[in-house]
């Protein structure tokens, strides 16, 4: 969210500057006494002609930047939609579904591409079980989903992990509906997410 | 019960002047004093109104206390109107029609509660003793001066011990509180943020707990009487949490995980150092440990079997055992325990149609009792006299502590805010300096 927010005045600050740059200086010209003569109306029109040539080139140049910035964006908006989705689990277990694990390849290929970005994985349980047997269970999930990671060649030191038992609910509720999007795990980017590059 | 009709009675009812320096009549204390009741019934017992600042209170307060304690049957006798037979003595008939065993007569005098019980049917003081009170009527202190008043007359009247000075931790919106056992007086005792798993050190006014921080959860030690928490794990992430102290309150036992399971560590309580690796769960999760009495073993929640279950081991690890019985392939789920004071049995919760249900298994002969059945019950605890316990109930819809006595089935309702729960009992708590 962040990055959003900052990245995209940033980009198109320093796209102006440089299609700035590029454009001659512009004088008012200078009052000219009569007669007139064709050369000085085909001056002025070259002149004008020029001045155009250059708004328009600076037109482009903008909407090029503009364009630029939103595939950022939206490169970013991809990336971190599957940096942070969230996992979920089966009751009492931390087994990794195919879902799941697909998940985490997409995340996988995120953190590959974005090696200075790092992440804190939040295990989270249902309020069935234990509150103090959750907080466990919640450890473990969360450690599953960074072992998956690491043993796919993450650096450990990028992935922090935490539980919350049963102490976060994402839905109210007291049936499976809720219980099912409560067995999860979420993904938090802790720092370097700013504009995040696509998975590679 | 009426206070008014009872301080109507009181005004003309005259009680028989204490001797000013009573004699111990049973010789020793703690040994009970032979009063004439039916055996299997429990005495019944009048507690006469109480004159002086706090009077009402005091009379109330021990009333319930003695009710709570389940031991003793609390004889309301405001119905009662008696007329003085002149020379200043107990009509002693009277309470007997009623089926009083026993009177129990409070007189207030500065800093101090001048207390006898009368036995009816002998129709004498049984025993008197001069109790300290504090002056400040209504403080806390004040209140457990007279718990500690109850609990005696219970001793003197039963030959147990009463748990009126006793207090129960828990935890509500993420804070560690504090109450009474007859549920006043509460209080929060940690300022903010998350915490859960409070547990109580033998002596009475320490406690730790499991706190929330930004990279994990740390066990921390609070002193009630006063001073900052103090973190006692080391770890800077990772789980630490379901604190329990040694019986000599020497050790912290705690569960400890971080990416490979989580094992139960003992550190030394107040000094810190080196956690020492109690279990090995390969990967699974135990958690809530439980000394036995004697220090020597602990019980525990264990996942190894692929769900939870309770076990016990030697406080090093060794000869471990699985406690609670379980079917191959059952949804079964087993957790909390609690060691008894007597060291005879464990209660602890299991799951039954998807609901918890707080359950005793007998030490000896494995046998199995279930308490509950109304609502989800939750995170047991025994007070220290073994036989009342209290835990978390949805009974009244939303979670709250209720203390249940495991003898007679009969149940109170201790708090009356919602989302109270992880509920400890404290021992027997001496009278503060």
């Known amino acids: ?199 590679r | 019960m009426s206070l008014r009709i009872w301080a109507a009675a009181a005004a003309i009812f005259t009680v028989a002047a204490i001797p000013a320096h009573a004699q111990d009549t049973t010789g020793q204390r703690g040994v009970r004093i032979g009063l004439t009741y039916t055996p299997g019934t429990k005495p019944g017992v009048v507690v006469l109104p109480v004159d002086g600042p706090g009077g009402d209170s005091v009379r109330a307060i021990i009333a319930r206390d003695l009710d709570f304690g389940d031991r003793i049957e609390v004889i309301d006798g405001s119905g009662v109107s008696q007329t003085s037979s002149g020379d200043g003595a107990v009509s002693y008939g009277i309470w007997k029609s009623l089926g009083a065993a026993a009177l129990v007569q409070v007189t207030l005098m500065p800093s101090l509660a001048r207390v006898a019980v009368h036995d009816v049917t002998a129709k004498k003081i049984a025993q008197s003793r001069d109790f300290p009170i504090a002056a400040d009527v209504g403080s806390a202190q004040w209140r457990m001066d007279v718990h500690g008043i109850s609990d005696e007359i219970e001793r003197w009247i039963t030959g147990v011990q009463g748990i009126a000075r006793t207090r129960i931790l828990y935890v509500k919106g993420g804070r560690v509180y504090v109450v009474d056992s007859d549920g006043y007086g509460e209080r929060a005792v940690t300022s903010s943020g998350t915490a859960m798993a409070p547990t109580w050190h033998p002596d009475g006014h320490h406690i730790a707990y499991s706190q929330l921080g930004t990279r ?155 308490l509950t059945s109304e609502g989800a019950n939750e995170d047991p605890s025994w007070a220290p006299d073994g036989r009342h316990v209290v835990f978390t109930s949805t009974r009244t819809g939303v979670k709250q502590l209720f203390v249940l006595d495991t003898e007679s089935g009969r149940s109170r309702q201790l708090t009356h805010s919602s989302g109270s729960r992880l509920s400890a009992w404290s021992r027997y708590l001496g009278r503060a300096p």
């Open chain 1, 1 to 199: 969210m962040i990055g959003k927010t900052r990245v995209a005045p940033a980009l198109l600050f320093v796209v102006a500057a440089i299609a700035a740059c590029g454009k001659k200086p512009e004088t008012a010209p200078a009052p000219e006494p009569p007669p007139v003569n064709q050369d000085s109306i085909d001056a002025a029109r070259a002149r004008a002609d020029s001045i155009a040539a250059a708004e328009a080139a600076r037109r482009d140049s903008i909407a090029k930047a503009q364009a630029e910035a939103e595939r950022l964006r939206a490169e970013h908006q991809a990336a971190l939609a599957a940096l942070t989705a969230p996992i979920y689990f089966e009751y009492d277990s931390d087994a990794l579904s195919d879902q799941a694990s697909a998940a985490l390849d997409a995340k996988l290929g995120v953190l590959n591409a974005n090696p200075d970005t790092r992440i804190r994985i939040a295990g989270n349980t249902d309020e069935r079980g234990s509150d103090e047997y959750n907080l466990a269970l919640g450890q473990r999930r969360a450690a599953q989903a960074k072992r998956y990671l690491t043993q796919r060649g993450i650096e450990d030191s990028r992935i922090d992990i935490i539980s919350y038992g049963e102490e976060r609910p994402a839905a109210d509720g007291h049936d499976e509906s809720a219980w099912s999007q409560n067995r999860r795990d979420e993904f938090e980017i802790t720092s370097g997410g700013q504009q995040l590059k696509a998975a």
């Open chain 2, 216 to 370: 994990g959860w740390n066990i921390e030690v609070l002193d009630l009487a006063g001073g900052g928490a103090r973190p006692v794990t080391a770890t800077a992430g990772g789980l630490n949490t379901t604190p329990a102290f040694s019986p000599d309150g020497q050790w912290l036992v705690y569960a400890h995980g971080a990416e490979n399971g989580t094992d139960l560590y003992a550190v030394p309580a107040f000094t810190g150092g080196a956690a020492r690796r109690i279990t090995l769960g390969r990967g699974t999760d135990n958690v809530s440990p439980t000394f036995s009495p004697d220090g020597r073993r602990i019980a525990f929640t264990s996942g190894r079997s692929g769900h939870p279950e309770v076990y016990t081991a030697d406080f090093d690890g060794s000869n471990m055992e699985l406690l609670t019985p379980f079917n191959f392939g059952d949804q079964n789920y087993r957790s909390n325990p609690d060691w008894s004071p007597d060291g005879r049995s464990i209660v602890f919760q299991s799951q039954l149609d998807g609901l918890f249900q707080i359950m005793t298994i007998n030490l000896r002969d494995r046998s199995i009792k279930q």
